[in-house]
């Protein structure tokens, strides 16, 4: 394995001692940028300038004496969809590419920068976020560290591919469909999807899918980060009140025993490639022991929630464009994207209310299936990382599957709502990293973030990739 590095909490509290500066710690990390990312294509955008300034300023709160919060000094990516003041967003658009940057953070990006966290950069992303690997006409292909020609995966690739490489510790990600997950389980980190509304957006959202977050090497670093971000914010009307839990404390205390467990290879619509699914499976009876679960043989059968899902987040995917775009720049845009467009241009209200129906048929179903259990665990993918041009394949098991079903795992927890997290479950033989996917029912953010840290503490994985020349 390559190098390990400092978790973004080790960092933090070095600099909060004042044993190492946050300067010190940006201008390490800048260099590790210069030096790997065009092997990765992972940042499509570095502001040094900015990132000593804020890192100075880190330093001064702690030459007076002050706190500068629990990510003193860390250094972190932005995803190219969030917005990031003094930064382009792109949102991995040619559309978009020659725009200047934003005059203000993303509520997010505001709170890690209160938390004294440092942004450095943007990192790529396939066009408004629409595909499980990263590649765009705007900036070209994003590579994993961890497969010569595997993606990192999508829509977060470029901050997958950023942390398991060690660029920076963390880095920010989003999850409308699978968009933090996807990426964790390819790339071997953690990636946490919280409930919808735990930490606020800002903007219109159509499907109400997205929430974001962080991508990770361990779990008390995405604990700290709900910790430090979650929250109500009144330009959210969806963000949910503030809660005294303390999730970094949960991560060790919370009571497992006797929770009610189910694991589910497909989750009764899938196809899973059987190397994934032995993984999973073993680590599953791994986790229930020593967690206590009680793993029971019920089924799980959620029908088809990938068209259900391709459907709602039409909507998305039209609130991505500004008025006047479309069809004006319609050959400026991927081929996916304006196919999609082209597809749902013309829907109208009465299949818009058909899918609000469906929708609600599967949140009963969810519903029904957390009155039964306390958790699920399922393959994060049905597949290990594929090729970083992509397509995704179209063949799992000598099956024939249609397009989303690599990826299919992770959409009902973004249609109902869920909270659930990716972490890694073990290398398949060619090396690549496979995640096991553990959702809890709505709210209970604490579980599976409880759950993940008993599992890497009985099974401790490989936190960075084995990157060659970094």
């Known amino acids: 394995m390559g190098e390990t590095r400092p978790t973004a909490i080790e960092i933090a509290d070095t600099v909060r001692s004042g044993e190492r500066s946050a300067r010190e710690v940006v ?3 800048l260099a590790r940028i210069d030096a790997g ?6 940042f499509v955008h570095v502001d040094a300038d900015a990132a000593t300034r804020a890192a100075d300023r880190v330093d001064d ?8 919060g629990p990510f003193a000094g860390v250094p972190f990516g932005v995803k190219d969809l969030e917005n990031c003041a003094g930064m382009p967003t792109t949102h991995g658009s040619v559309v ?21 966290g440092v942004p450095v950069g943007k990192t790529a992303a396939p066009e408004f976020g629409t595909l499980s690997f990263t590649r765009t006409l705007a900036f070209g292909v994003t590579t994993s560290p961890w497969g010569e020609g595997r993606t990192p995966g999508g829509s977060s690739g470029g901050s997958a591919a950023a942390v398991a490489a060690g660029l920076v510790p963390v880095s920010t990600a989003s999850d409308g469909g699978g968009s933090t997950r996807i990426p964790a389980s390819f790339s071997g980190l953690v990636g946490m999807k919280p409930s919808h509304g735990r930490i606020p957006l800002e903007g219109p959202s159509g499907s109400q899918t997205a929430v974001v977050g962080l991508l990770t090497t361990t779990v008390a670093e995405s604990a700290r980060h709900l910790d430090a971000v979650a929250g109500p914010d009144d330009r959210d009307r969806l963000s949910l009140p503030a809660t005294e839990l303390r ?15 189910r694991w589910s290879p497909d989750l ?18 791994e986790l229930a022991e020593h967690a206590g679960l009680i793993l029971d043989d019920g089924e799980v059968d959620l029908g088809d929630p990938v068209r259900l899902w391709f459907q709602a987040g039409a909507a998305d995917l039209w609130l991505s464009l500004e008025p006047g775009m479309w069809p004006q720049l319609a050959d400026e845009l991927t ?15 009465a299949r818009y209310a058909e899918i609000l129906r469906l929708r609600e ?30 397509p995704p394949p179209t063949v799992i098991d000598g099956r024939e599957v249609a397009m989303g079903m690599a990826t299919p795992y992770t959409m009902p927890a973004n249609l109902c709502w869920n909270p659930a997290i990716s972490v890694p479950a073990g290398l398949t033989a060619d090396g690549l990293p496979v995640g096991l996917q553990i959702i809890a029912g709505r709210h209970r953010d604490a579980v599976p973030l409880r759950l993940a840290r008993i599992l890497e503490q009985a099974r401790p994985w490989p936190r960075h990739a084995p990157v060659r020349g970094l």
Request: hydrophobic fraction near 45%.
């Open 247 to 261: 999730y970094a404390e949960l991560i060790d205390s919370l009571a497992t025993g006797g929770l009610r467990a």
């Open 335 to 349: 081929p996916f994207v304006r196919r999609g467009l082209e597809a749902t241009e013309k829907l109208g209200m």
């Open 61 to 68: 709160l702690v030459a007076n004496g002050e706190d500068p």
């Open 361 to 390: 048929q599967l949140q009963a179903h969810m519903a029904a299936l957390f009155d039964e259990v306390d958790v699920v665990l399922c393959p994060t993918t049905a597949v290990p990382a594929f090729a970083d041009k992509g």
């Open 37 to 42: 990312n065009s092997a990765l294509n992972a």
């Open 27 to 29: 201008e390490d990390c």
């Open 96 to 116: 978009y590419a020659d725009r200047g940057p934003v005059a203000e953070d993303s509520i997010h990006v505001a709170r890690l920068r209160a938390a004294g």
């Open 268 to 285: 009764g619509f899938g196809v899973t490639d059987p190397e994934v699914a032995a993984l999973c499976q073993a680590v599953t009876e």
